[in-house]
């Protein structure tokens, strides 16, 4: 991050602006509007400052900067056409070691103006550090259609109960719940569509209910979500809202940052994947963690790559807490199959080249593969194989073994749909020894079938 955001108070404090063209009287309005005590240097008023004279109240200075000026001031701004004056603000500023922000020139400011979204009291700031304006001015049109404009009076609504509720409702669990009962409903609809008085009797029912209940415990939820095979822009709507309500999430070594930081900030996490002593918390270990947590009151977020009902053992860690009578909801992820063959340009099923695709894992029991090879080699099918790369030389030999031609098409992708996938393509005779030399890693995903022929076309992911 090359600048730190923050959201200062200025009410009654001094400011100096020195300008008096329209860039300065944008940096004036703003000011003014944060309740600063502003000064402007510049020898007479453009028609843009004259304007809001008239709405403000603030002190004109006409004669020429000093450096007694910048006394007591909290922030200077020079804002002025006259690159000179700008200059001398500049070093009076960096003399008494005032922030400093000069008009369209990097390299002269000690901090950066963003661009705003204001919903007052709710603001959003927007900044690429210079780096792309253009960027910038898109996202902060796309937040001013997509936020309501009376945005702000909910959170000032909201405001105005704060403390009132934080005496109602003492745990803090319960009072986030509340809150967001209230954000998401119907006291909302109605503040946003400026109902007020019913807006106002809504909330004192919701309260008084929440008063009567303060004895009972929270209830807890288990949220099992499939959170797709790597790239975060397959997620689905549903996980993504889940993950922002978790009070604490379980996660293990395919869930990249990408899809970790968007979950909610302070959520607790928890990682239940191998350690460095390869030593991995045991299925009912985990099972077990869900139950006491969910029984604690917290909403527990169980993230699973891919899809959790497909090589996931999701369906494993929600029959104890089926047992156990504790809530929960599964939400599908896209599959490393999917996902996968997405981005690598090899359609699963194609009209002239498979009718049916299966889904199989590699995984060894004992130390020997246990697959149906009968059920696998047949005619206009694809093969899926997870967990394969450990075994990927005597799955191909398994193949031509129980009569696969030898030269059926074979890919196997790793890292699939990341900025890292790399996809290495040959046929059941080639593939292990293209793989090995390719120095293929883990995650990786095999694709067996004529349909791997299609990529040289289809292919469209380079990362
Ligand atoms: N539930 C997951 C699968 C978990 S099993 C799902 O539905 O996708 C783990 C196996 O999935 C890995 O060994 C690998 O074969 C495959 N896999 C998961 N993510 C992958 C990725 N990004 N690229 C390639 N293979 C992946």
Redesign the pocket.
């Known amino acids: 991050m090359d600048h730190l955001p923050i959201f200062m108070d200025l009410r009654g404090k001094r400011t100096l602006l020195v300008g008096d063209g329209v860039m300065a009287a944008r940096k004036a309005d703003l000011l003014l509007r944060s309740g600063s005590d502003l000064t402007v240097v510049a020898p007479a008023l453009g028609s843009e400052m004259l304007t809001l004279k008239e709405q403000y109240e603030f002190k004109h200075q006409s004669r020429p900067l000093s450096e007694g000026d910048l006394q007591g001031c909290v922030l200077a701004f020079g804002s002025s056409e006259d690159e000179a004056l700008n200059e001398q603000l500049y070093e009076f500023a960096k003399r008494a070691a005032i922030p400093v922000n000069i008009s369209d020139k990097t390299e002269s400011c000690d901090f950066i103006m963003p661009a705003l979204v204001d919903r007052s009291p709710l603001t959003i700031a927007i900044s690429s550090g210079g780096s792309s304006p253009l960027l910038v001015r898109q996202l902060k049109a796309r937040f001013e259609t997509m936020i309501p404009a009376a945005y702000g009076k909910l959170a000032e609504f909201a405001g105005s109960y704060r403390d009132r509720i934080k005496l109602s409702i003492p745990d803090l669990t319960q009072r986030r719940r509340f809150w967001e009962t209230m954000v998401d409903g119907p006291v909302a609809e109605h503040v946003l569509s400026n109902q007020m008085e019913e807006a106002e009797s809504l909330m004192h029912k919701l309260l008084q209910k929440e008063e009567g209940n303060s004895e009972k415990e929270p209830v807890g939820e288990v949220y099992l979500v499939?959170t797709?095979?790597?790239d975060p822009d397959l997620l689905t709507f549903k996980a993504l809202r889940l993950m922002q309500r978790a009070d604490v999430v379980l996660y293990d070594r395919?869930i990249g940052d990408g899809i970790l930081n968007l979950v909610r900030r302070d959520a607790d996490r928890i990682y239940v994947g191998k350690r460095r002593d390869d030593h991995a918390i045991s299925q009912s270990e985990i099972s077990n963690m869900l139950v006491r947590l969910a029984s604690e009151g917290k909403r527990v977020l169980r993230l699973?790559?891919?899809?959790?009902?497909?090589?996931?053992r999701?369906g494993e860690e929600i029959e104890t807490l089926s047992e156990q009578g504790i809530a929960f909801q599964v939400v599908p992820?896209?599959?490393?199959?999917a996902?996968?063959a997405s981005y690598a340009g090899i359609p699963l099923t194609h009209r002239d080249h498979a009718q049916s695709c299966i889904f199989v894992?590699?995984?060894q029991k004992d130390g020997r593969l246990n697959l149906n090879w009968e059920a696998l080699i047949q005619p206009h099918q694809t093969v899926v194989?997870?967990?394969?790369?450990m075994s990927l030389q005597s799955i191909t030999e398994g193949f031509i073994e129980h009569g696969a031609a030898v030269d059926t098409p074979a890919a196997i992708?790793?890292?699939?749909?990341?900025a890292g996938?790399r996809v290495v393509t040959g046929s059941l005779t080639t593939l292990a020894d293209a793989a090995a030399r390719a120095g293929i890693q883990?995650?990786?995903?095999?694709i067996v079938g004529s349909v791997v022929s299609l990529r040289e076309k289809l292919s469209w992911f380079a990362p």
Do not use: R, W
């Open positions: 499939g797709g095979p790597g395919l699973k790559g891919g899809d959790p009902f497909i090589f996931g999701g992820g896209v599959t490393a199959a996902g996968c894992t590699g995984h194989i997870y967990m394969g790369l992708i790793e890292n699939g749909t990341k996938q883990s995650p990786a995903l095999i």
